[in-house]
């Protein structure tokens, strides 16, 4: 769920990641003459020069980027490696070719571009050509490992092997304890080859970093926010701080469901939540335990998946009766491929049309053309949801494996977010072509997602009549939470580990530990078994091989209900701000619009005030958001013990270093 943004994100190493560097082969890098470098250029043209040779990179690297994401073998790995290696390579160069601009006089522009340029990367490589290139293959390599990843048991003929899609499909739908600590157990065995890897990955990047000029990679991540890596990490607590009580009422809630579900000793791990009974194989999304957490039973009708599957049953149907009387296995079998890409398809459309309501173009024909909708049966993919802007010029996509239920639904728009962002600002130079700080792009999509009211939902027809009741505002909200509370400190905890590993606070010895630990102080979620160091569970989320900086989607879930009120108020809405929908509301989209269209150009502070009149994020709106959800969890905890144990180890230390 991240932008493939080239240049301030070649998060991935190779793979799939953030469109870092490629080629169609090593003749083509090999035989390709490096740009002499102009004598006597000034900043203004240097940084000219810079945009200009990225975006005749550009289109090529991409291009090996997605063929690495959507047909992953040993051939694409290499593919996507050496371009990466070369664009590096090529970063590596412009950053030394800014040195000498050091100090000098410049425009504004110029100077903010050259900062953004020593950013452009989240995977910061080492000049040594033989430590680069082991980088590049290391990251390719844990991108591809994840991308294939499979679980599978049995022998011989009984042999089942089941990749990600799969056993979410358990922990989404199954109540079997047993059945979902297998899944979920399964899962997590993909990871463990993974560690020695991403130990060497560790001490190269960091090697980079510091070549650079940071301490340690976790600080040339906290150096991408127009502010100090120090002031960074303290916003993120105070913002925290801000919203963690609202979490701990539903934590508490949460864990009296699971108690009277599966009983009082399987429902809990000393107080926090067992990891594989959240319905979500990481407990960053709570919404698949509805059943179960539904505090009026049939008090609004929001069963948005229930309506997805009934869609699809009907393109099945049409697709069947297309095939002709008695049609054979192989006709029932193109008629379920056919329904399937079909509401896939109708999904996405029906994304595309929220986006256009606000005024925004419609996506270019080539979109629907070179879109990955569904799972290819033919080969291997990385089917993690994410948007692509392969040219700087419109060529846009998303890569999902879209089934018809309300998470991918949700996820569609999210994606869309990202390909708007980058519709809007590909007129600026390439430098200047992401969001204003990584934060802003994931909260795009998930603005659009906090207008997807009721009534909302209800007028295109996903769900029934909504009767205003208080029982029926309560599910609406628990449905939001379920989504976007439950998910803040799981954003936060990632790049909490990951600072920790950066800066050795975190050793490899301790991987696994620190892990859980982290997961328990920040989420109140534990494993169900014991979990040594013989395991590397960070592995098994796709952002920790695929190197993306995870603060930003804790970020995104403060700015989305900010930009969602400043959106309001542009609209004109003057009720509770949980009713709102700017759905169709041509005022809030050109101003959403103006903000998309100033991309990085500027500092994030002076871009959301734009929108919302102030310079500082701020949970606030969160808070108001879910008033109503808050004063009746409360009630709901009466006379329950909330709250759970925090292990006092180095791990906890290691959570409070400022960086």
Known sequence: MKPRHLLLALAVGACVAILAACKKDETTADSAATPAI?????????????????????????????LSSTYINDDSELLAAKGNERYLTQLNSWIEQAKKFEGQRMSPETARA???????????????????????????????????????KGEGAARQCRQLGELEDVLRSSRDYEAQLDAWQGWHTIAQPMRKDYTRFVELVNEGAKEMGYADTGEMWRSGYDMTPAEIAVETDRLWDQVKPLYEQLHCYTRTK?????????????????????????????????????????????????????????????????????????KLFQAEREAQLQVARQMTERAQDF??????????????????????????????????????????????????NEEDFFTIYHELGHVYYYLAYNK?????????????????????????????LKSIGLVGEQ????????????????????FMPFGLMIDRWRWGVFDGSIKPADYNRTWWELKARYQGVAPATARGEDFFDP????????????????????????????????????GPLYECSFYGNKVAGQKFWAMLEKGASQPWQSTLKELTGTEKMDASAVLEYFAPLQDWLKQQNEGQTCGWQIPATAAAAAANKQG
């Open 38 to 66: 102009p004598q006597g250029e000034t900043a203004d043209e240097f940084i000219a020069r810079v945009n200009d040779e990225s975006r005749k990179m550009y289109p090529e690297l991409t291009a090996a980027q997605w």
């Open 114 to 152: 050259i900062q953004l340029l020593k950013l452009a990367t989240a995977m910061p490589a080492p000049k040594d050509p033989a430590k680069l290139a082991e980088l590049t293959g290391i990251a390719a390599k844990m991108e591809g490992a994840y991308g294939r990843g499979s679980y599978c």
């Open 258 to 330: 699971l108690q009277a579900t599966y009983g009082v000793e399987k429902g809990q791990v000393n107080g926090l939540l067992p990891a594989h009974l959240m319905g979500n194989m990481w407990q960053q999304d709570w919404g698949n335990l509805w059943d179960m957490l539904e505090p009026y039973k049939g008090a609004g009708d929001l069963d948005i998946t229930a309506a997805l599957e009934k869609q699809y049953q009907a393109d099945y149907q049409a697709a069947l009766a297309k095939a002709g009387p008695n049609p054979d296995a192989g």
């Open 355 to 404: 986006y256009l309501s606000l005024g925004m173009p419609r996506l270019p024909d080539s979109y629907w053309s070179r879109t990955q909708f569904i799972k290819p049966l033919d080969r291997d993919v990385v089917c993690h949801a994410s948007a692509w802007d392969m040219n700087y010029a419109g060529d846009v996509r998303t890569k999902m494996c879209i089934k018809p």
């Open 428 to 456: 600026l130079p390439p430098l200047f072509q992401n969001g204003a700080h990584d934060g802003f792009h994931e909260a795009i999509g998930d603005t659009m997602e906090l207008a997807m009211t009721p009534a909302y």
């Open 467 to 486: 009767r205003q009741s208080n029982e029926a505002l309560i599910n609406a909200q628990m449905r939001t939470a379920l989504a976007k509370v439950s």
């Open 539 to 574: 592995g098994a989320k796709y952002h920790v091989p695929g190197n993306t900086p995870y603060t930003r989607y804790f970020l995104s879930h403060v700015l989305q209900f900010q930009f969602y009120k400043g959106l309001c108020d542009a609209a004109g809405y003057k």
